[in-house]
RNA sequence: CGGGGCGUGGCUCAGCCUGGUAGAGCACUCGGUUCGGGACCGAGGGGUCGGAGGUUCAAAUCCUCUCGCCCCGACCA
C-alpha cells in the first residue's frame, strides 16, 4: 500500500499522497487536467448544494453559458484581454475545417455573459440581473498541483447588473459575507474578508474583494474572490438600458466565483499524519460503522449495524456499513481515518452484550462507549461537535499565525522563520508592495474592509493607508 | 518559462555505472484459517522497462531527440 508521508515532515508530498491514497482525485493521460474521483466529486456535490441553497436564498437564479467563446468577445474589455490571454486555450478548427475566427475555450464567462446581458437588457425595469452558473472553466496555467491549480477546474461564477453603482457595491459585498459564512459554517475553515490591491484584482475588475484562508503549512490560499466590475464590461459590451429619468445608462456590473480549489483548502486546513480529516457537514460519509466480526456475526452482529446504519439514515446521516470481510478490523480502522470520516462506530459482540456501540472522534481520537438508545441523537450532536471543534482549531491556528509587526526587518524575519499572516501598514503604492513581494515572497493578500488606516508604510515610511495583511500564498 | 529531480507490473522501488533470458515488497485473484488498531498459510495472474530514433551479434542498461510528472522560482482561482 502507498505510504503516505507525514504532513509535519513534507507538507507538499503529504498532500498530493494523501489525495492519491484516499481516491480523492487522480492525475489523467491529459496534462494539467486531474480527474476527481468519486469520493472527491461527494465533495464537490456538497459544496454546491450548500452553496447553491445560499446563491438562490440571496435571489440569484442559475443559468447556463456556451464553453466556447467568439475571440471577437474576448477583444473587447482591454484589461480583461491583457489579463487572459496568456492563459486562453484556442479552437482553431471544427473537423477538418479551418475556423474562420477561432473560439476560445473560457477562462471566465464575462465576455460571453455580457453579450447576451446587452440584449436582454432594456430597461431599468431589467435589473437587477441577478445570474449564476455551475460550470468548467479552463486556464493554461504553467504549473499545476491537484484541486490548487489545473488547467481545467469546475466552479460556479455569478455574473449580476445593476441600476447603480451603489447596488452593484453592496451586491459584491453580499457575495463577500455569504462565501465567507459558507467557508467557515460548512468547511469549518476560517476566512479573511478584504479588499485586493490593485496589482492584485481581476482583470476588469474596479474593485476586486477576497476570502482568505491559512493552511496548516502557513501559506494563504484565495478562497474566493468577488469582483465590482463597475461599468467596465458594461461599456465593452454595450449593456445599456434607459433609466428612471428617461437617459440611457450603462448597467453597473459583479462577478464572484469559488471553485473545486476550495476541495484542496479543507485537506490543508484540517489534515493531519494519519490523513484527512473531514468537516462532517462536507464528508462524504459522516459515520463508518465497523462490525466487528466473531464466530457468526453476520448472523449475530450484522443485523444491529444495519439497523443502526438505517436509523442515522432516517435522521440524514451520510453513513457507510463496511461489512467487507476481506478486511481485518484493524485495517479498516486506519484506513478511514486516513480517509477522514470524522466518526466511526464499531459494534462487536461485547456491546450487544452492554447495549452499547464505540464511536471514535477522528478529530481528537476520543474513544466513547454510547448506550444503543438514541444512539443517532447522540451521533447527530457529536457531528456538530466536531463540526464547531474544527472550525475553532483552524481559528486558533489562524490567531497563532498572524503576526502584527511594525518594522521592515521584523516583517522579514517573521516571514523567515514562522509563517503565517503578517499584518502591517502598507502605503498603497505598488512600488512597495512589489519590492516586499521581490524580497519576501509575500504578497498582500488583502487589505481589510473596514478603514485601518494608520502608522507608517512598513517599506518607505509613508502614511499607512491600511493595514495589509501580507503572506506566502498558493 | 528558468533551475533541480524522477519515469521499470496497480503502488513504492532495486537493477543501469561495467550491455548478455526483467526482480523485490506491498496491492490483486483463488482456497483456507483469522478479525476490538493496518492478520497468516498455500496456490496464482500481471511488465514491448514513458515514447521515437541510433550504436551493437545483443539495449531497461550506452548515445540523441522527445513526452510526462514532482520540487523550487516567475504567472495565476
Known sequence: MTEITPRSEDFSRWYTDVIRRAELADYSPVKGCMVIRPYGYAIWELIQQGLDRRIKATGHVNAYFPLLIPQGLLLKEADHVEGFAPQVAWVTKGGDEVLEEPLLVRPTSEAIIGTMYAKWIQSWRDLPVLINQWANIVRWEKVTRLFLRTTEFLWQEGHTAHETAEEAEAETLTILRLYKEFCETELAMPVLEGRKSESEKFAG?????????????????????????GQNFARAFDIQFQARDKSLQYIWGTSWGVTTRLIGGIIMTHGDDSGLVFPPRVAPYQVVIVPIPRGDWRETVLPHARQIAADLRARDVRVFLDDRDAYTPGWKFAEWEMRGVPLRLEIGPKDIEKGQALLVRRDIREKIAAPREDLPGRIVDLLAAIQQNLFERALRFRADHTTEVSSYEELKQVLEGRPGFVVAPWCGSAECEASIKAETQATIRNLPLEDTAGGTCVRCGRPGIARAYFAKAY
Do not use: F, K, W
Request: glycine content about 12%; overall charge negative.
Open 205 to 229: 475588475a474596479d474593485r476586486t474583494y477576497s476570502i482568505e484562508a491559512l493552511m496548516g503549512d502557513g501559506r494563504a490560499l484565495q478562497a474566493g474572490t468577488s469582483h465590482n466590475l
